[in-house]
C-alpha cells in the first residue's frame, strides 16, 4: 500500500501526462461521429412506440438536448487525453442527476441520485459533464458567456477545494461523510432561501403514501390499481403481472436478510410500464404497487432496464456481467446513503433490471428557472457532492495532489464547458434538422 506521500506524487506525476491546462480544450476531432447517429445507435432494442417520445422530449432546449447526450459527451471525452486517476463515475453528472433523497435514518440528503451509466474512469470527465450543464444551464436561462462561465467556475472550485479537504481526513471520516440537506439553507443566498427550503418540503412529502394518491384510483369493489395514462404509464397486462410476479423472488434474493423480512411483509396488488427520464425513455421500466399492513400502508417499487454504460466503449468492462448489479454496487459505492430496496434481478429475454423506491423524499432542482445567483449556489453543490462521491471510490489524495491549491484546473474545465454547451447547441440544431427532414420521428415531449 503506497503511503499518503507517494499517493501525492502519484497525482502530481499525471500532470506532466495531462497538464491541468490542457482541459481547457475542445477540438471537435474530425472523426467525431454525428450525434444524431449516436442516439439512433444508442435506441436500438427500446421499446420502438417510446423512442420518438423520447427525441421529443430532447427537443425541448439545448439543456433537455444534454440531459439526453450522455452517449454523445463520452464519446467526445473519450477522444481526449485522460489523467488515469480513475474513481468509480456517475457517468452522467448533469444538474439533473443532484439532488436529495431520504436516508434510512429518514434524514433528508443531497447527493448525486442517478447511476445508470455508472463505471470506473477518470474523475475529470464527471467533472467536465456537470461543468458543461451548468454553462449549457445557464446560456439557456438567458446568462451572458462570462456569467455562464464563472457558474462553470464555481462548480469546478467547489470540487477542487472539497477533494483537497477529504484528502487530509481519515477513510472512516471519508466515509461518513455526507451532506445533510438542512445544512445547506445557510449556504443559500437570503433571496434564494425560501424557494430553496420550499423545494426541500415538496422533497419531504414526495412518498410512496404520496404517489399510491397520485397514481392509483379505486375500483368498484374499493380496491385500489395504478391508473392508466398512456403512453406515460399503461397497466400491465396478465401476463406480464405474472411475469413480474415470477422474478420477484430473484429481486428479493438481491437483498440483504433482514430487508428480505420487511419486503415479504407486503402484498402485490398491480404493477404498470412506466415511462421516466429523458435518456432513459424507451427502456423498459415498471412500476409495483405493494400493499403493507393495509391500504393506507402502501410501497411503490420501481424495475429499471439496465443496459451497458455508455462509457463501456471507452473503458475497462464493468467487473459485473449482469448491468442492473453494475448499477447497484455503483450506487452503493458512491452514495452516503442508499435506498433500502435498491437491488437487481434478470427478466424475459435476459434483460437486466435494477429495483429501487419510486419515491422515497426524492426531489432534483428546477434548473431551467434559476436566477445566476441561485444557479451559481447550485453548482457549488454539485461540486460539493461529486467531489464526496469520488472520495469515497478513488485516490483522493493523487487527486488532490493532481488538482493543486491553484485554480489552474477550475479554469481550464470553465472553458471547456463554455466551448462544449456551443457544441452541445450545435448538436441540439442536427436533431431539429433531422426531426423537421423527417429523418428521425419525434412525439410531443410529455
Known sequence: MLTPSERAERGRAARKRVPRSSHGRWIPSSQRPDPVGVLERQSEGRVPELVPLRYGRMAVSPFAFFRGAAAVMAADLAAQQHTGLTVQLCGDAHLLNFG???????????????????????????????????????????????????????????????????????????????????????????????????????????????????????????????????????????????????????????????????????????????????????????????????????????????????????????????????????????QASSDIFLGWMTGPEQRHFYWRQLRDMKGSAEVETMSPSLLRDYARLCGRALARAHARSGDRIAIAAYLGGSDVFDRAVADFALAYARQNADDYAALGGAIAAGMVAAAPGA
Open 100 to 334: 436529495v433523497y431520504a436516508s434510512p435514518e429518514r434524514t433528508l440528503l443531497f447527493d448525486v441520485n442517478d447511476f445508470d451509466e455508472t463505471l470506473p474512469g477518470p474523475f475529470e470527465w464527471d467533472v467536465k459533464r456537470l461543468a458543461a450543464s451548468v454553462t449549457v444551464a445557464a446560456l439557456q436561462n438567458g446568462s451572458t458567456k462570462p456569467r455562464a462561465h464563472r457558474a462553470a467556475l464555481v462548480a469546478t472550485e467547489a470540487y477542487r477545494t472539497a477533494v483537497r479537504r477529504l484528502a487530509g481526513l481519515g477513510e472512516l471520516a471519508v466515509w461518513y461523510e455526507r451532506i445533510a440537506a438542512d445544512d445547506l439553507v445557510p449556504l443559500v443566498r437570503r433571496d434564494d432561501r425560501a424557494r430553496f427550503v420550499n423545494r426541500l418540503a415538496r422533497a419531504r412529502r414526495r412518498t410512496s403514501l404520496q404517489a399510491f394518491t397520485r397514481l392509483t384510483e379505486a375500483d368498484a369493489s374499493g380496491a385500489r390499481h395504478l391508473v392508466d395514462d398512456p403512453p406515460l404509464l399503461e397497466r400491465a397486462t396478465d401476463l406480464d403481472r405474472v411475469t413480474l410476479g415470477k422474478i420477484f423472488s430473484d429481486y428479493r434474493s438481491s437483498l440483504a436478510e433482514e430487508r428480505r423480512i420487511l419486503l415479504d411483509r407486503y402484498r402485490f396488488l398491480d404493477a404498470a410500464r412506466k415511462v421516466v427520464g429523458v435518456g432513459s425513455v424507451g427502456t423498459r421500466c415498471f412500476v409495483l404497487l405493494l400493499e403493507g399492513r393495509d391500504d393506507t400502508d402502501p410501497l411503490i417499487l420501481q424495475i429499471k432496464e439496465a443496459g451497458p454504460s455508455v462509457l463501456e466503449p471507452y473503458l475497462t468492462p464493468s467487473a459485473y456481467p449482469h448491468q442492473g448489479r453494475r448499477v447497484v454496487s455503483g450506487q452503493r459505492l458512491t
